[in-house]
């Protein structure tokens, strides 16, 4: 019998259409298309193509800004246009959407309890979110969430999943209690490796007994300062959409293990085996692959701190300057539990890079605003290229790195069009 194919399946099948045709025009056909001489064109690296010439569908999301990016309605995923993440604390009507199941309908939060249990707990412990408050200190930290899937439409083959561009990331200030308090207060056994979570959505299938999602991080990352049990974001109750009335938030490593709605936190003594925690969801080959080789499950291993990224968020990509104008250049970069410590920008295909300002974290986990100006030697079309370097000297490749059979942690440089007219 035959089935509807999903949003996702749809929009899979058209970029793949799209980029087929496309990677086969000659630069000068892509000028045509863009309507001006590709400046550098003859450095554009082989395969990729002018970012200017990409679409975007932009359904409004009620409560969401108007220009967010609807991937996906059901389970509903949307991403955010690199310009509104301007700001540097994310606004919540501009924050990415990643779900997996349906949320829950939640009118009041008076009741909600988070259970504490596993077999690494001292005593299975129950607490209310009023006991959460109450109990324990409030802390408030920016912390960077990105989806493990940011940057999945440039991989190619291409891989399958929401085709996410670069807007799945976001470092709102996140307001909560810190989960090494609550572990602590309820006593954990020495043998912990792991923490798991539970939410109250509910799987695709309606189905009361499948969890959508129930991932986790090692204890090690539970037990730091920055993990907190959060029930408000910028200041505000946490939107239905984001997590009301509780949820986890582990900044630097993927939004996955941030769970949403969480109603309960199980102490393991083996890696958590919740749902999206085996088979290859969020795991990436422990070698390099070649593109679209099968890679056997035990060659694979789980995601943790998410790599060096940067984005440019002001101007927006296309803008249009007239020759001889300076142009202010700003951005974000971010290297999971990590630091960056050098932000390029280049506007000929990465074959010349000038350094840029860079402000240090407002806290651990945070992203790093940083600026430059830069001035366009004649008319023509150009790309800004941004390019961050860890603490650890590891820096974006320029184009899409290794690739991976699910399509996970795309950290190339991120690129805007820019018009000299």
């Known amino acids: 019998m035959k089935t509807d194919r999903s949003n996702t399946e749809k929009q899979f099948d058209a970029h793949a259409s799209r980029r087929g045709f496309l990677k086969n025009a000659s ?32 359904p409004v999301i009620p409560g969401k800004h108007s220009e967010l990016i609807t991937l996906n309605d059901r389970p509903l995923n949307v991403e955010t246009p690199a310009h509104l993440l301007d700001p540097d604390i994310t606004p919540t009507d501009v924050f990415f959407i990643r779900n997996n199941g349906l949320p829950p309908e939640i009118t009041d939060a008076s009741s909600w309890m988070l259970e504490i249990a596993g077999e690494s707990v001292i005593k299975k412990t129950s607490l209310s979110l009023r006991e959460l408050k109450s109990k324990f200190k409030h802390y408030s930290y920016q912390l960077t969430l990105e989806c493990a899937g940011n940057g999945r439409n440039e ?5 399958k999943g929401n085709q996410w561009k670069v807007g799945a990331v976001g470092c709102p200030l996140w307001t909560g209690v810190r989960l090494k308090d609550v572990l602590n207060h309820v006593g954990i056994k020495g043998d912990a ?6 939410g109250k959505d509910t799987h695709l299938s309606g189905d009361p007994g499948m969890s959508p999602i129930s991932r986790g991080v090692p204890i090690s990352k539970a037990m730091e300062d920055e993990s907190l049990i959060a029930w408000a974001i910028n200041g505000e109750d946490l939107p239905a959409m984001h ?12 939004a996955s293990t941030c769970g949403k709605w969480l109603s309960k936190i199980v102490v393991r003594n083996v890696v958590h085996d919740g749902a999206k ?8 080959p422990k ?17 943790e701190s998410m790599p060096v990224k940067s984005l440019v968020t002001n101007p927006k990509t296309g803008a249009m300057i007239k020759k001889g104008t300076i142009l202010n250049i700003r951005g974000k970069a971010w290297a999971g539990d990590n630091s960056v410590k050098r932000i390029q920008v280049s506007i000929d295909f990465g074959s010349t890079w000038q350094n840029c300002n860079l402000k240090d974290p407002v806290n651990r986990l945070a992203w790093q605003p940083w600026s430059t100006r830069i001035e366009f030697p004649k008319k023509g079309y150009y790309e800004v290229w941004a ?13 899409v790195p290794g690739w991976n059979p699910k399509g996970y942690l795309n950290n190339a440089c991120h690129r805007i069009a820019v018009k000299v007219i």
Do not use: C, H
């Not at 925690?277 to 990436?284: F, K, N, P, T």
């Not at 070698?287 to 995601?303: N, S, T």
């Not at 390019?387 to 184009?399: I, L, N, W, Y």
């Open 27 to 58: 630069i000068a056909t892509l000028g045509m298309i863009l309507g001006a001489e590709i400046v550098f064109g003859n450095k554009l690296p082989k395969g990729l193509l002018p970012i200017a010439i990409t679409g975007d569908q932009n």
């Open 387 to 399: 390019k961050a370097t860890d603490d650890e000297g590891r820096s974006q490749p320029m184009v």
């Open 243 to 254: 997590g009301y009335p509780l949820r986890l938030v582990f900044g630097g490593w993927p």
């Open 193 to 198: 490796v792991y923490i798991g979570y539970y």
């Open 155 to 159: 991989f190619d083959p291409p891989a």
């Open 277 to 284: 925690m085996g088979d290859y969801s969020y795991r990436v």
């Open 287 to 303: 070698r390099p692959v070649a593109p679209g080789e099968m890679v056997a499950y035990d060659d694979m291993k789980i995601i």
